[in-house]
């Protein structure tokens, strides 16, 4: 049966299409806004912290954990399995209480703990994770006394777990207030979406979580023992930055002295969102820098071959192949290792060659190109895919997104694409909807992986290379592809004890040691245990010991290959650390000739 589509009587189909074009180009602008998850804590922490008074008397943390452990017994404030020992940011030490019962366990330890020592010498304090919300909506007549009983009400807490700064009115006459709750309260609220009290129906906001700062330098970050700044910013203003005021009372233009000071874009407030974004840059995206660091990359993991799009130039070797306007190109490094390739196919906007048996296309589409334009590349991509060998893999620039690879959004190039793929039979091999393109203007996802489905089930490892300084806005895609249809089970250079822990020992804290040690041995052992269940539980309190005491070792980078080294440069060194070795021998030698080492 034929399809009609319905529309109203005199729209013209070309008024139509027009819309649907804007509609299109309007959803390209929209994102999807971020969500922001903030879970619950599974344990409940105790802070022990030495003051200065403590610490000028003499007090030391494993002393006074000592004398804790001497006076405690864990199971009399109903902790059954035990305590876990971690080091603060400030240098304090934190106990860490788990299970279902942790709150009421931790609130009985800091009691006990509190009657022990004396506050003046030994601060004992039980934090717990909060959040801030934001309750908008309030009178003149509302109060900070009020508002907290409110919350406290709708959150099922007690007002003294609640802090909140102030009542502050806004250009209309409408009062806002900003709580820091726990973050049970605070989902709680947040989920009712209002908060009623006397007169008033406040609406209620979960605000994303506040990065770490110190309020010294206003750095984001680090506290106190980390900041190695010499300005002084704690009288200044979160808006203006001036002096000699507050937030709550500034009428001022926002101005932010961290970015002025740091030759940044000021007009936002501190803490702002223009504070999160990046310095700006040169474009620096087609440099030789880009294609130099790119090179690099392709040596130090050992490429076999790369897909360049908009490289700066292409060398005149037989190692880089292009297309006819030079957009897009193949780049298979020459090495012992590397592998054969030949049958190359050159159009406007794509490059193939068939490398090892595996026809492999780079594609390019700029964004100035029609649609028809776009259309008649996939359809001479196409030809060539159905002409190739069996394996088949094409990868490239697009400049189109859809759904289909992670993106938010459809255009109409991405639609002409996605069913490009479906005809042609391949698999797009992009996984997640980690951005390939990050501007400031926006992410998307435009950089794609096709391959037939004998190709496909040999991918593995596909990523989007993050952490690498590039100088690009378009972030590098790695995958490997095996031999077989069995990806190897360890992808990459993994060492074969990789679930071991492994510890810097000559990095060893002697005090944290004995700390650690004692807060291991503060829970009696369980008697019930068997043989293998107390030798693992015996393990297992080690690797706590030595974890908080000892720095792990991390993963052993590898050996990288650099792309300026050669044969001549490798035999300058050999003769270099054999002539070293000469003169180390003969300098532990008891008696030593000078003319012998000076020669």
């Known amino acids: 049966m034929p399809w009609s589509e319905v529309v109203r009587r005199g729209q013209r189909g070309g008024k139509k299409k027009a819309n649907r074009g804007r509609t299109d180009a309007n959803a390209e602008r929209r994102r999807a806004p971020r969500t922001h998850t903030i879970r619950e804590p599974r344990s409940a922490a105790v802070v022990v912290t030495i003051t200065p008074e403590g610490t000028a008397k003499g007090l030391t943390y494993d002393s006074v954990i000592a004398e804790a452990k001497s006076k405690i017994r864990l199971q009399d404030v109903g902790i059954t399995t035990g305590v876990r020992f971690r080091i603060c940011a400030t240098g304090a ?17 800091a009691a006990r703990l509190s009657q022990i020592f004396d506050g003046s010498l030994v601060r004992i304090t039980r934090p717990a994770k909060t959040t801030e919300i934001k309750v908008s909506g309030f009178d003149d007549s509302a109060t900070v006394e009020e508002v907290l009983i409110a919350v406290a009400g709708a ?66 970050g680090h506290v106190r023992v980390q900041c190695t700044a010499e300005v002084d910013r704690s009288n200044q203003c979160f808006r203006c930055g001036v002096d000699g005021h507050k937030f709550r009372d500034c009428t001022a233009r926002p101005h932010c002295t961290i970015c002025a000071a740091a030759k940044r874009p000021a007009d936002h407030r501190l803490g702002g969102k223009g504070c999160s974004a990046p310095a700006p840059k040169a474009n620096l995206n087609h440099c030789a820098r880009a294609q130099d660091l790119l090179v690099q990359s392709v040596a130090e993991w050992s490429v076999q071959i790369a897909v360049v799009s908009e490289p700066y130039f292409v060398p005149d070797r037989d190692d880089w192949l292009s297309d006819k306007d030079e957009v897009v190109a193949l780049f298979v490094p020459r090495s012992p290792s590397s592998p054969s390739f030949g049958g190359v196919r050159r159009g406007r906007g794509y490059v193939s060659a068939t490398v090892a048996g595996t026809l492999v296309v780079g594609v390019y589409c700029a964004p100035s190109w029609s649609l028809v334009d776009f259309e008649s590349l996939l359809d001479q991509v196409g030809a060539l895919v159905r002409r190739g060998p069996r394996y088949v893999v094409v990868m490239g620039d697009f400049n189109a997104k859809s759904s289909a690879w992670g993106d938010v959004v459809t255009n109409p190039r991405g639609a002409v694409l996605e069913e490009w793929a479906l005809t042609t039979g391949l698999t797009v091999l992009n996984r997640g909807s980690k951005p390939t393109c990050v501007r400031p203007q926006g992410n998307s996802v435009v950089d794609i992986s096709f391959a037939c489905p004998a190709t496909a089930r040999r991918v593995y490892g596909w990523e989007v290379v993050e952490g690498v300084e590039i100088l690009s806005d378009h972030l590098y895609i790695r995958f490997q592809i095996s031999d077989s249809y069995l990806a190897p089970v360890h992808q ?41 269940e107390r030798a693992e539980e015996i393990c297992a309190s080690m690797s706590r010991v030595c974890s908080a005491s000892i720095p792990r070792q991390g993963p052993r980078p590898q050996k990288r290959e650099v792309y300026w080294w050669t044969a001549e440069i490798a035999s300058l060194r050999s003769a270099c650390v054999r002539a070293r070795r000469q003169v180390q021998r003969h300098r532990r030698r008891r008696h030593r000739d000078e003319v012998v080492e000076e020669a």
């Open 492 to 532: 990459g250079a993994q060492s074969p004890h990789r679930d071991t822990p492994w510890w810097v020992v000559r990095r060893l804290n002697r005090d944290l040691l004995i700390e650690a040690a004692l807060v291991e041995t503060w829970s009696p052992a369980d008697t019930s245990l068997g043989i293998d």
């Open 155 to 220: 959150g099922g807490c007690v007002k003294e777990s609640l802090r909140c700064t102030g009542l502050v009115r806004d250009r209309f006459g409408v009062y806002h207030a900003w709580i820091e709750c726990p973050v049970a309260t605070a989902k709680r609220v947040a989920a009712a979406g209002r908060l009623v009290m006397s007169w008033a129906s406040a609406s209620v906001r979960l605000l994303e979580p506040r990065p770490l700062r110190w309020y010294r330098c206003l750095q984001k």
């Open 93 to 109: 030490r934190r106990f860490e209480v788990i299970g279902e019962e942790n709150g009421p366990q931790a609130d009985a330890l």
